[in-house]
């Protein structure tokens, strides 16, 4: 019998879409259900889930797709015990160009190899060596922000995370016109992901993301050989240094391919959960003021990486957001082989989605779902015990995000910095407006006043 990885070696590039013995519409002609999947993804699914069950098939983005809704459905498809599903099929339709052999672009045993050689630059040395790098970073970008006048706080922790990505990922101090060139090839290589038209003609959002790429690629190709020797505790050299258990090291062109992958995973994501953050902290002033409590009895004026853990309420503050607003609302796989779920035949080749963000709000799971009400987390009330897969911001199983306890470090970073200097508000009456899919984003950017405590 074949293995996973052959299977998913030759399934066709184009997914199977004969799927209608599942319950479900195919939507408008042509166009199916792209409209209400990109404007509002969360009604979308809800109203699939009263019309079909849990169970439904849907037609958005120019193909067919199985849903399989709440936890066991997250369980089924991420935790994959049967090795039925290929990440990398899936992501591949939209990520194999501009981030080639990303690690969610990996399946099965080449995934479970290069995995653990990354593992190491997530180890707690590492981390607490990005820790001090990053206090430091943070304090001094969010010096000058503007206060006393409405801003947009989405585009100021871009620039932020942008520039203090360049640091402690690549460990590169750039001068401001090195660090503009390098921040835009990033965000063109990013944009490209979600191009409609996916050819270069020049000026287009492709050729830019293509051109962006490359830049990329050869800025980082060409700080190998210094990576390599030195020990500067960065991200970059981490990876430059990581081993498998013979000794072996990561090729130029894997060094390459995962970091660009890893500040593309890293980006975006915190991106958006810290702006979700701050716009809940702004809506429940309660909180801001409790989980400034916690950070005003750190004495020092930078956070360790051991009293970053003591920071109880804050750490519940950042997993109730991740809860409301999971910057991946739907995460995607192909199945290698046909499978069965409660009953369902699923085809060889289906494309099926988890629905973290829709299970987030299920009623059987979380009391009062959509009051933003962090004590849920306390050990007292721990409403996340009921299914292990009730709660899958990070997704789970073997592609688990690698990057989880970073993002949590560096979120409570900025939250240290931030509440310590100011206080964050947004007008009576205000509701941030969100893009959910691919990633959750606010639409006019989080419109938000800060004030110097
Ligand atoms: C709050 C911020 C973040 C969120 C919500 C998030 C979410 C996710 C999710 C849902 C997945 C699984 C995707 C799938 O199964 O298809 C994932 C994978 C991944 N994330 Fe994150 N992520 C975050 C931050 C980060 C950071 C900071 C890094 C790196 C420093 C990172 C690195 C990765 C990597 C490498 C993978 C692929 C893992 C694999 O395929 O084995 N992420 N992330």
Not at 50 to 77: C, H
Request: aromatic content about 12%.
């Amino acid at each position: 019998m074949s293995s996973s990885a052959e299977l998913a070696a030759q399934l066709p590039k184009k997914t199977n879409s004969h799927v209608t013995h599942i319950p479900g519409n195919s939507g408008l002609p042509v166009i199916g259900s792209t409209y209400g999947f990109l404007t509002d993804f969360p009604g979308l699914t809800k109203k699939m889930v009263s019309q079909y069950g849990e169970v439904y098939r849907s037609n958005a983005l120019f193909q067919n797709a199985i849903s399989l809704v709440g936890p066991d459905g997250n369980e089924f498809i991420l935790k994959d015990a049967e090795r039925n599903f290929s990440s990398k099929r899936a992501w591949d339709t939209v990520l194999e160009k501009i981030f080639p052999n990303g690690l969610m672009l990996r399946d099965f045993e080449n995934h479970k190899y290069h995995r653990k050689i990354l593992q190491g630059a997530f180890k707690k040395a590492p981390m607490q060596g990005y820790v001090g790098q990053m206090n430091p970073a943070i304090s001094a970008g969010i010096n000058h922000w503007p206060v006393d006048a409405e801003f947009k706080f989405f585009d100021h922790i871009k620039t932020l995370l942008l520039d203090t990505g360049a640091e402690v990922f690549l460990g590169a101090t750039l001068d401001e016109k090195e660090a503009k060139k390098i921040n835009q090839a990033f965000i063109d290589a990013v944009d490209a992901t979600l191009a409609v038209v996916r050819f270069p003609i020049p000026g287009n959002t492709w050729y830019r993301g293509m051109k962006g790429r490359k830049i990329l690629e050869n800025f980082i190709q060409a700080l190998i050989p210094e990576k390599r020797q030195s020990s500067s505790g960065d991200f970059f050299s981490q990876i430059c240094d990581a081993k498998d258990e013979d000794g072996n090291q990561l090729s130029d062109s894997d060094v390459v391919d995962h970091m660009i992958f890893l500040l593309f995973a890293a980006h975006d994501t915190t991106t958006s959960t810290l702006s979700s953050m701050i716009y809940l902290l702004a809506k429940n002033p309660e909180w801001q003021t409790a989980v400034r409590e916690e950070m005003e009895n750190i004495e020092n004026d930078n956070i360790t990486y051991d009293e970053l853990s003591n920071l109880e309420k804050t750490g519940w503050v950042f997993k109730e957001t991740l809860r409301m607003c999971p910057a991946l609302p739907t995460i995607p796989r192909r199945a290698v082989r046909e499978c069965e779920y409660k009953g369902y035949r699923i085809p060889k080749n289906a494309t099926v989605s988890a629905h973290p963000l829709y299970t987030h709000f299920m009623p059987e799971y979380w009391t009062n779902p959509e009051t933003f009400d962090p004590e849920r987390w306390s050990p007292e009330r721990a409403e996340y015990k009921k299914h292990f897969f009730q709660f899958a911001p990070f997704g789970g199983g073997a592609h688990k995000c690698l990057g989880l306890n970073f993002a949590e470090i560096q979120s409570k970073i900025f939250l240290f910095h931030f509440l310590r200097t100011y206080t964050v508000s947004v007008t009576p009456g205000y509701t941030m407006p969100v893009q959910t899919v691919p990633i959750a984003m606010p639409k006019d950017g989080l419109l938000v006043t800060i004030r110097r405590n």
